[in-house]
């Protein structure tokens, strides 16, 4: 199964910031019992980038790193042996880079023409970020019969009240969201609470 097809069956990615390398493995251990082996560790702490390479002990996670800006970020990702990147915004700069790295990169838009312009880079699922102050499910419906070709991974006030809606949506094949490992579940080392709500999410997110 490759990549994509991972991200599409699970449904949900959840988004991480860690600070030290005795989080890497509980919280592995956590999504391998919550059976969500899917996870994007986010660059929003200058520490996490030092910390990559400890899910080199967990392959069978499907690592990702997102809020990559820089072609450094993307390297310390590949030594890591990330297997996907997630940019905010879309780069021209970011995505050939990682294309001769040959490495997935997902990039981050909002407008038609960013939607145009990474699709014209060969790009073809997308992160719609930020997807509720964007416009939300109502923008996505737009985009269906404009961009028929194109997917999303809606992130950005995701919860699991307003995650149904988005999945329902032919366009849509996976929530990104923080909400599923909340930072303060992380600072106070909850891993069991991390696993029965990672557990719980797969039940409330998925909901038909």
Request: proline content about 5%; charged content about 20%; hydrophobic content about 40%.
């Amino acid at each position: 199964m490759n990549l994509l097809n991972i991200i599409s069956s699970c449904q949900l990615l959840p988004l991480a910031t860690l600070t030290s390398k005795e989080q890497v493995e509980p919280l592995c251990k956590a999504l391998i019992k919550a059976g969500l082996p899917l996870i994007e560790i986010t660059l929003r702490d200058e520490r996490t980038i030092n910390i990559l390479d400890e899910f080199k002990k967990y392959p069978q996670i499907a690592f990702g790193v997102g809020t990559i800006r820089t072609t450094h970020q993307i390297d310390k990702a590949i030594e890591a042996d990330a297997k996907f990147l997630i940019t905010p915004g879309f780069s021209k700069k970011l995505s050939h880079y990682a294309s001769s790295k040959n490495i997935l990169l997902i990039p981050g838009v909002q407008t038609p023409s960013e939607i145009i312009a990474a699709n014209e880079e060969g790009h073809n699922v997308l992160k719609f970020f930020p997807a509720e102050l964007g416009g939300g499910v109502n923008k996505l419906k737009s985009y269906l019969s404009v961009f028929s070709d194109i997917k999303f991974i809606p992130t950005g006030g995701i919860s699991e009240e307003n995650a149904p809606n988005y999945l329902k949506l032919d366009n849509v094949i996976a929530v990104g969201a923080s909400a599923l490992i909340p930072s303060k579940l992380i600072e106070t080392e909850s891993w069991n609470e991390i696993e029965d709500l990672l557990t719980q999410s797969k039940a409330n997110y998925l909901q038909s």
